[in-house]
Every structure is written in C-alpha cells, then in structure tokens.
C-alpha cells in the first residue's frame, strides 16, 4: 500500500474515531447541580465559569463576566436559581428565589421566554435537582405545571394583540409652534 493510500486510511479512521466520541459527548445526560454546588460558581472566583439557573436548567454565562460577575448589573442572578427575579425586579432576599407562586401566567411566560435566551445564547450545563427536576433529571410534575401556565400566557399574549389590532391607534402630534393636534381614526 502506498504511503499516501496509508495516510489517507489514518485521516480516515481518526475522522470516523472523532465523529464516535462527538456523538458520544452529545449523548451523555447533563450534570445535575444541586443548589449548594451552583451557588460557588458566582463569577467571584475567576478561575471558575460563571454559572445561571433559571427554570432549574443551568447555563454557563461566563462569556458574559461583565455582566454576570462581581460588579456587574446581572450578578444577582449568578450562582442560583433566581427564576422570579426575572419579572419581579425583586434583587434582594426572598426575590431570588425559584419560586413562581403568585405569578400570573403572562409573568410565566416571560420566564419561559428568558429560558429561551439562555438556551440559544448560552451554553447548556445542566439542570438544578430540585423544585423542577428529579434527581435522575427528569422533569418534574411542578415544571410541568410551569410550562403549562406559560402556553396559557403565551395564549393569553396572542388575544391581546389580535384585540388591540383591531381598534386603531389614535394619532396625536405636538409642537411649541404650533400646539397640539389628535386625529380621530374613526372620522
């Protein structure tokens, strides 16, 4: 065989040996955290990632330091599950909490929605056992009943925009030199 038939074969077979082991990484199950371990990944280490919980999944945000780490507008958020914080604007003790009892279902869906931020700007790093997800990982009835609150919001969302799409919008202008004016879109 001749040696570039032989070099060839060689790419060949650390390119297939490669492919094998991507796969298996992508298959492997996500690290589950409990909230104890999550909380040391809070951006004060700098030789740690800065990690984010939100919804129990977890999401390496250090790409984002200047925001997620000491400092930054965002740090509240590192090192925990502070789903609620996400639309209470609550920054301080019992507002950083993955509890979303109370909230109402557009409020959900906004969390969700957050989720999906995360998810594709993000890198995925598991999930938080606990409040929604078991400790093989596996969703709970609580985040379950989460989603389903969130597609009641999303749906709520949706009526309220095709209802106001139905009444035009009134136009008004101002100026010093001239005053006010409002049209009626119903003349």
């Not at 030789?47 to 977890?58: A, D, E, F, N």
């Not at 965002?74 to 950083?96: K, M, P, Q």
């Not at 409020?107 to 997800?133: C, L, P, Q």
Request: hydrophobic fraction near 35%.
């Amino acid at each position: 065989m001749a040696l570039g038939a032989r070099l060839l074969l060689g790419l060949a077979l650390l390119a297939a040996l490669i492919a094998v082991v991507l796969q298996l990484y992508r298959l492997r199950k996500p690290r589950l955290w409990t909230l104890e371990e999550l909380s040391v990944y809070n951006g004060t280490d700098e030789g740690l990632p800065i990690l984010l919980g939100i919804l129990g999944s977890v999401f390496d945000v250090t790409k984002g330091r200047s925001h997620y780490g000491p400092g930054g507008g965002y740090h509240h958020f590192s090192g925990r599950d502070a789903s609620r914080a996400f639309v209470s604007g609550n920054f301080t003790g019992d507002g950083l909490t993955d509890s979303l009892q109370g909230l109402s279902s557009m409020e959900v869906n906004s969390i969700v929605d957050w989720r999906k931020f995360y998810v594709e700007r993000y890198i995925f790093a598991g999930k938080i056992v606990g409040r929604y997800y078991d400790s093989e990982g596996n969703p709970t009835k609580y985040l379950k009943g989460v989603e389903m609150k969130a597609k009641r919001g999303a749906q709520l969302l949706e009526k309220q925009k095709r209802e106001e799409d139905k009444i035009p919008s009134c136009n008004s202008k101002w100026s010093e030199a001239e005053g006010g004016e409002v049209s009626n879109p119903f003349n």
